[in-house]
C-alpha cells in the first residue's frame, strides 16, 4: 500500500497510535489524529486534531484510517468508516506493509510476553538484527523502518490488535491458548476465539503454527489451517512436536531428543513448560541450533510482573503476579504457589467467570482478600464454590497491610488479581510496581 500523500485517520493517540502517526508522517501521508478523549493532553504543530464526539461528516474525505488496538471497531467513526469503504488497518498491519525482514508472531490468553520475550532472547543470541514488538509495549511501527532482508521481528499480537489485520502473515506463529477472555470487548467466545486463530489466516502450506494440544479449541481449529501445524504438549507424549514427560524433560517428539530438562530454568509450572516449547520449537523452524536455544532458556530471567519474586518479609515471601488479568492467568499464579498462600485479588470486570480460579485453589490460599470493582462478584461466587475464607480490602495498600498479618513464617502473599487493573490503577504494570513499593516498605 503506497500512502505516499494519502489522506490517512489515525484513531486513539496512545503508544501505538502515535507510532503509527511519526511512521505514517514518513511514509509522505498526510495525516490527520482522531481521539475520543476531548481532554487529552496533546498538540501537534503539523497535522489537524479532532478530539471528543465528532458529526460522521468529520470522517469523510480519507484514503484509509489506521485504528489503535484500544479503539474498538463499533465506535461511530469505525462504523462510518466501513460502511462508506474506507480500509480500516491496525497499527501491526501498517508496519507489516513497511516490513522487509521475517516475522515471528505470537498470541494467545496468557503467557504471550513470557514466550515472546523468551524467543526474542532466543532470537537475539543468533541473529543481533531482531527486533521484539508489538503488545509487548514496544510498538511494531517504531521498529519497521529499521528492518531489512536479514532482521527477524518477534511480534506479540493481542486479539485487538488481529482484529484489525489483512495481510499479515508471519513466517512462524505460535497461538499458546485460548481461554474466556476480552469478552465485553469481542461480545462472544466464539468472536475471541477467531480473533486469536486470525494470526493464521494469511499464512501458507510453507509457513508454521505452533499450538497446545492441551487447548481442545486448537486441536478442532487446526484442523482447518491452511499452514502446517505441529503441538507441544505439557500433559503426554505425542508423536510430533515437543513434549515435557514426567522427570521434566523437554522433548522432540520425532525421535526422542531431549533438548534441556525444566528443572535447569528458573521458569517453574506447566504453562511455563508450554511456554519454553512453543519459544524453541519456533526459533528451531528459523535455524536456531539446539544447543544455543537451550542455553538462553537456562539463564532466562522470568517476566517482571509474572509470579515475579519481590521480598522476603519475617519468613513470607512476597510475589507480583500483576499481570494475571484473567482467571486462567490466575490459575497459573496459584498453581506456582507450593505452600499456604495469602492471595490478593480482584480488580476491573472483564466479563469472565471466577469459578474455575476458586476450584483452582485446591487447599493452597489461607486468606483471599478482596478489592476492586469485581470484589461483590468474586466473593459471590467463591461462595457458590464452597471457599469462604475471603474479606474486602479497600486499597491495595490495606491488602498488603492485612496480608503481612496473617501471613505466618513459611507462608507466601501472591498478588495475582485474575482481572484487569482499569478500575484502580492505568495499568498492570502500574499496580505490580505498586505493590512491590508496597511490600519493600514492609520490616
Not at 510482573?305 to 496459584?334: C, L, Q
Request: hydrophobic residues 40%.
Amino acid at each position: 500500500m503506497n500512502l505516499k500523500d494519502k489522506k490517512v485517520l489515525v484513531v486513539g493517540l496512545g503508544k501505538s497510535g502515535m507510532a503509527a502517526y511519526e511512521l505514517l508522517k514518513k511514509m509522505g501521508a498526510l495525516v490527520s489524529l482522531y481521539d475520543g478523549n476531548k481532554d487529552i493532553k496533546f498538540e501537534p504543530v503539523d497535522v489537524p486534531l479532532y478530539l471528543g464526539d465528532l458529526p460522521e461528516e468529520m470522517f469523510t474525505g480519507f484514503d484509509c484510517a489506521v485504528f489503535s488496538p484500544g479503539v474498538p471497531l463499533d465506535i461511530p467513526a469505525a462504523r462510518y468508516l466501513i460502511h462508506n469503504r474506507v480500509p480500516v488497518i491496525g497499527e501491526i498491519e501498517l508496519a507489516w506493509l513497511m516490513e522487509r525482514g521475517q516475522v515471528m508472531g505470537i498470541t494467545g490468553t496468557n503467557g504471550k510476553t513470557t514466550t515472546t520475550t523468551l524467543t526474542g532472547e532466543i532470537m537475539r543470541a543468533y541473529n543481533q538484527k531482531t527486533f521484539v514488538v508489538g503488545n509487548i509495549g514496544n510498538p511494531y511501527t517504531k521498529e519497521v523502518l529499521k528492518s531489512d532482508k536479514d532482521s527477524v521481528t518477534v511480534a506479540e499480537i493481542s486479539s485487538f490488535q488481529l482484529e484489525t489485520i489483512d495481510t499479515f502473515a508471519p513466517k512462524v506463529s505460535a497461538v499458546l491458548n485460548i481461554t474466556p477472555d476480552h469478552l465485553n470487548r469481542h461480545g462472544t467466545m466464539e468472536n475471541y476465539i477467531d480473533a486469536k486463530i486470525s494470526i493464521t489466516k494469511n499464512q501458507g502450506a510453507d509457513q508454521l503454527c505452533v499450538l497446545n494440544y492441551e487447548d481442545e479449541v486448537l486441536r478442532e481449529r487446526a484442523r482447518h489451517m491452511r499452514c502446517r501445524t505441529l503441538f507441544f504438549s505439557s500433559q503426554r507424549k505425542l508423536s510430533q512436536g515437543m513434549y515435557k514427560d514426567e522427570s521434566g524433560n523437554l522433548v522432540m517428539a520425532e525421535d526422542g531428543r531431549v533438548i534441556l530438562n525444566q528443572k535447569e530454568t528458573r521458569l517453574p509450572g506447566d504453562h511455563n513448560a508450554e511456554n519454553i516449547m512453543a519459544a524453541l520449537m519456533m526459533v528451531f523452524e528459523m535455524g536456531v541450533p539446539e544447543e544455543l536455544a537451550a542455553e538462553v532458556v537456562r539463564n532466562f530471567q522470568p517476566v517482571e510482573h509474572r509470579v515475579e519474586f519481590v521480598k522476603s518479609v519475617n519468613g513470607v515471601d512476597y510475589y507480583n503476579d500483576s499481570k494475571g488479568t484473567n482467571p486462567d492467568a490466575a490459575i497459573k499464579g496459584i498453581q506456582s504457589m507450593d505452600r499456604p498462600t495469602v492471595l490478593i485479588g480482584g480488580g476491573y470486570d472483564k466479563g469472565g467467570d471466577f469459578s474455575e480460579w476458586i476450584r483452582s485453589f485446591d487447599g493452597r490460599v489461607k486468606r483471599l482478600l478482596l478489592l476492586g470493582a469485581t470484589r461483590e462478584r468474586i466473593a459471590k461466587n467463591a461462595k457458590d464454590c464452597g471457599f469462604t475464607d475471603f474479606q474486602f480490602v479497600d486499597t491495595l495498600e490495606e491488602a498488603v497491610s492485612t496480608a503481612s498479618e496473617l501471613a505466618a513464617a513459611g507462608d507466601a502473599v501472591l498478588l495475582s488479581p485474575a482481572c484487569a487493573s482499569w478500575d484502580m490503577f492505568d495499568s498492570y504494570e502500574q499496580r505490580g510496581n505498586m505493590f512491590k513499593e508496597l511490600v519493600n516498605g514492609l520490616e
